[in-house]
């Protein structure tokens, strides 16, 4: 995973808020390394995060792929031939063409980090911009780390790439003694 | 008994004098400001450099966009 972000897509309107989504829905955006990671296994991901087998009361809370070229369109609809089958229900997840993202407000973004105000502050020292913030692989990492998400191993691992303090590598190690789950973040 | 000229030059000395004590104030300041605290977190932070994963991203990457509920 080499970024992600959460902002709105889908709808007619331009540049929804939060409060004002009309017809958009809660998304997330990922960029990711093909080498690394396949679309079938974002997908397996997707499915396993959410139900998408009953029908939600808006669309604020959707559930679409919007898909980037056919070879994902092509590789979506099997996806979710092969989840209705395993289900042995009808899957209500729309597969439609990806049109425009809007980047959901700041305080939306990054979600499980704002528990460790001590590791913004560092990643805030080193992008002041938020767009900046945003788009950091390393940000990106750590939200999933705070949110209990990952290996000890690929903590480890990545955990002197960080760009961190000694007292921020600390809390990180101290918050994956609470317990990481194996997965992707999905904010 | 002191000529206008000497009084002149006295003006003169005592600008110059006190143009060299508020110019060395000043340089005195500027240098206190450029002087860094090395235990401000703050300025460690800004002067931190890009982590290494940022620095070493793949180029080539792809999209994916979901909405899940």
């Known amino acids: 995973m080499i970024r992600t972000r ?3 897509a889908g709808g007619g309107s331009t540049n929804p808020t939060y409060h004002n ?7 997330i955006q990922i960029d990711y390394d093909p080498t690394r990671i396949t679309y079938e296994e974002l997908l397996a991901v997707f499915w396993d995060s959410h139900s998408p087998t009953a029908q939600p009361w808006s669309r604020q809370y959707m559930s679409i792929i919007f898909y980037h ?4 369109r092509a590789i979506a609809v099997e996806s979710k031939e092969f989840q209705e089958d395993k289900l042995g229900h009808s899957i209500v997840t729309e597969i439609i063409p990806f049109s425009q993202f809007y ?22 020292g080193i992008y002041p911009d938020i767009h900046d913030f945003i788009a950091s692989t390393a940000v990106a ?17 990545d955990l002197d790439s960080f760009g961190l303090s000694e007292a921020g590598k600390i809390r990180l190690l101290e918050i994956a003694e609470r317990g990481l789950v194996a997965g992707c973040p999905v904010s | 008994m002191w000529s206008l000229k000497n009084l002149t030059m006295l003006a003169v000395l005592g ?18 400001d450029n002087q860094v605290d090395p235990t401000n977190n703050d300025t460690r932070v800004s002067e931190a450099t890009i982590p ?5 991203v793949p180029i080539e990457t792809e999209t994916a966009t979901f909405a899940l509920g």
């Not at chain 2, 600008?15 to 206190?32: K, R, W, Y």
């Not at chain 2, 290494?52 to 070493?56: E, F, H, K, Q, S």
């Open chain 1, 69 to 72: 070229n056919e070879e994902q």
């Open chain 1, 103 to 124: 980047l959901a407000e700041d305080y939306h973004q990054k979600y499980y980090l704002t528990s460790e105000p001590n590791l913004v502050k560092e990643l805030r």
């Open chain 1, 6 to 8: 959460v902002g709105y």
């Open chain 2, 52 to 56: 290494a994963i940022d620095a070493t």
């Open chain 2, 15 to 32: 600008v110059l004098a006190i143009g060299t004590v508020f110019g060395l104030s000043l340089t005195g300041c500027n240098m206190e």
């Open chain 1, 21 to 27: 989504l009309d017809s958009h829905s809660e998304t």
């Open chain 1, 141 to 157: 990492r750590l939200n999933g780390y705070a949110g209990g998400y990952g290996t000890i191993e690929t903590l480890e691992d």
